[in-house]
């Protein structure tokens, strides 16, 4: 079945790189994306990629996909104080839906 | 900028209540979606719709109902809400297989 995992949590210091990883099972995505849930919010897309892509990179956003052991990856470079968010992976799955995973808690050290 | 509205951030209802959450979306989108977001479990499809009058099932549709009567407007209901009903419920609308655009949530408590 569908199914995407990723860690629950990931500590970083301010100013330093957050790398943030998932894994998915269904290789016929169309698109991989990255969402991002600030406290108290609703979801908000971040970034997407297509799935003939390997990196694309906004700002200080930068996603990499790894089709072949079907990894995904979400590095935020100078990582800052207002980047603290729970992020989704998540992935297109049949019928138009789309498929979460549980969502990285993203915590930023002084 | 698209815009999902929730009717309610929150909402405390007692057990046994019938409940509404009624969410509304500005940009003639086809698709829209209820979720459920608890801790540990990340969001799970409740129902989701294609067009108006038109609902298939997600993974966790027990216990909740869903109208959909105008194409911007998406309805859950909880015919007899139950405690294991709280949550935080998201509405999300989008186009085919791009994005999903999501309001802001409905915290509901049920007592």
């Known amino acids: 079945g569908e199914d995407v995992e990723q860690s629950l949590f990931l500590s970083v210091r301010e100013g330093d790189s957050s790398v943030i990883n998932c894994t998915y099972t269904?290789?016929?995505?169309?698109?991989l994306y990255w969402y991002k849930q600030e406290p108290g919010a609703g979801l908000q897309l971040l970034t997407y990629i297509f799935s003939n892509m390997d990196m694309k990179q906004d700002q200080r956003l930068t996603v990499l996909l790894n089709k072949k052991d079907k990894h995904l990856s979400l590095r935020i470079a100078d990582t800052q104080t207002g980047d603290s968010a729970i992020y989704f992976c998540a992935e297109s799955g049949r019928d138009d839906k789309i498929i979460f995973g549980k969502g990285t808690r993203l915590h930023i050290l002084p | 900028d698209v815009k999902v509205t929730q009717s309610s951030r929150y909402l405390v209802k007692r057990t046994g209540e019938k409940v509404f959450l009624e969410c509304v979306q500005d940009m003639d989108h086809e698709n829209m979606f209820w979720y459920r977001q608890d801790p540990g479990l990340g969001l799970r499809l409740i129902y989701f719709s294609y067009d108006v009058k038109m609902k298939e099932k997600g993974d966790i549709p027990e216990g909740y109902s869903v109208s959909r009567e105008k194409k911007e407007r998406f309805s859950l209901i909880l015919e007899s809400a139950s405690t294991n009903q709280t949550s935080m419920y998201l509405c999300?609308?989008?186009?085919?297989?791009?994005?999903?655009?999501f309001g802001p949530g409905t915290r509901l408590t049920v007592t």
């Open positions: 269904d290789s016929s995505s169309t698109y």
């Open positions: 999300a609308s989008g186009d085919r297989a791009y994005e999903q655009y």
